[in-house]
């Protein structure tokens, strides 16, 4: 049996793990959001917001009411990172190790 790439495995684990963050309202990542009602803005630092937010997925019609704009942290881009390209990487170096132990 012919075994697939290493690059290969970790793209579609990389796109396996994707595809429920960018496509679900999985809030698990830390952000801000800013209001601006009127002439006040102010800012909700402690939320956790969805990959899905930033593609307009898992948003309701009246979720963006008053909202200026959201961002991640940076614990929120460091979590998607790991979530992202770390994982797969660790989980490629594994099916790696695990082929040089067979050879």
């Known amino acids: 049996m012919k075994k697939l790439p290493l690059g290969w ?3 579609l684990l ?4 994707a595809l429920p963050l960018f496509t679900l309202p999985i809030n698990l990542f830390p952000g801000e959001i800013t209001y601006q009602k ?3 803005t102010y800012t909700i630092t402690e939320t956790n917001l ?3 937010y930033f593609i307009g997925l898992g948003l309701n019609p009246g979720d963006l009411d008053d909202v200026a704009s959201f961002r ?6 460091a979590l998607a990172v790991c979530y992202l390209g770390l994982l797969p990487g660790v989980i490629t170096y594994r099916i790696y ?3 040089q132990k067979k050879s």
């Not at 990389?14 to 793990?17: A, D, E, H, R, V």
Request: glycine share 14%.
């Open 72 to 77: 991640l942290s940076l614990w929120g881009y």
């Open 50 to 52: 969805s990959l899905s």
């Open 9 to 11: 495995i970790f793209l």
């Open 38 to 40: 009127g002439l006040s």
């Open 14 to 17: 990389s796109l396996g793990i």
């Open 97 to 99: 190790l695990k082929r």
